[in-house]
């Protein structure tokens, strides 16, 4: 029989909330045979806070131990900008090679979008994890004076390009559409770019089935607004995936039913899902939090570790959920209820 190793970490704020619901469903969802095992880590702002720590290497040696990560949300605003982010979100994305970020993006029925006559919206994307803007390489020099420089050096390496964008026309190989969008800034950002788009031009007559498109970020983000139907699968740097993920979810339904997956696609690390949002402590704790985004990224987990019949199975009672929940408030623990007893069922 099988089992599954689970860290959880629900994080600060709203994360508490919604990482009850996503393991009350995974519970739910699991056949009888599969032990489901978790172990909690207290890692966010009350660590911070108690020993100054955010991620430690003991902590990375204990979690590499498990199959896969849950995540709720990890910031507070009484931590300082960026020494979560940097310390803990970003440090596990490099620790563990989390090179693949998956982020779909799917407008469910019965869920409202700020586009005009709700067009058909599955898509996702494959942002790169661990190179970009994102590795902190970069200085200053005379700070402070009107003369201060500062760099941010976008790292892009043929080996990191490569296998995220491998792992995107494999991703579109496996969709009906079979499309796969390059989004980067090659007019411009000509080093970069070309690395991205020759690589993209090389990989691609692996898959000859995949069609191919290429769009500037500037022109994706109006797509993304007038014409998001036209997306199949879209892969894209650290920083631009940064930015378009989160107009994907502003269109198809809020970052309330966005989830991600941080995968390492070779499985030399655990994986880490997590709700694209973040910790909303201006509503922590009150019950109001939807759970919804925590529990679509249970589904991906479970499929990145095999159990596709039980991820499908979420999905589908999500879906159902969104269509059916009408105008009524509902709590987090009862929309977690609900999706807990359609899955069982
Ligand atoms: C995200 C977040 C993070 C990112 C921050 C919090 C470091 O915005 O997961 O999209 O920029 O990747
Ligand atoms: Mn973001």
Redesign the pocket.
Known sequence: SHSIDLAVIPGDGIGQEVVAEGLKVLAAVLPQDVKLETTEYDFGARRYHATGETLTDADLDALKQHDAILLGAI?DPSVPSGVL?RGF??KLRFAFDHHV?LRPSKLLPGVATPLAGQPAIDFVVVREGTEGP?TGNGGTIRKGTEHEVATEVSVNTAFGVERVVRDAFARAQARPRKKLTLVHKNNVLTFAGHLWTDVFARVGREFPEVTTDYLHVDAATIFLVTDPARFDVIVTD?LFG?II??LAAAVSGGIGVAA?GNIDPSRSFPSMFEP?H?SAPDIAGQGKADPTATVLSVALLLRHLGYEAEAARIETAVAADLTERGDRVRTTAEIGDALAVRVAG
């Open positions: 910031g982010e979100l970003l970020n994102y650290n940064d993920t989160d991600s694209v973040g």
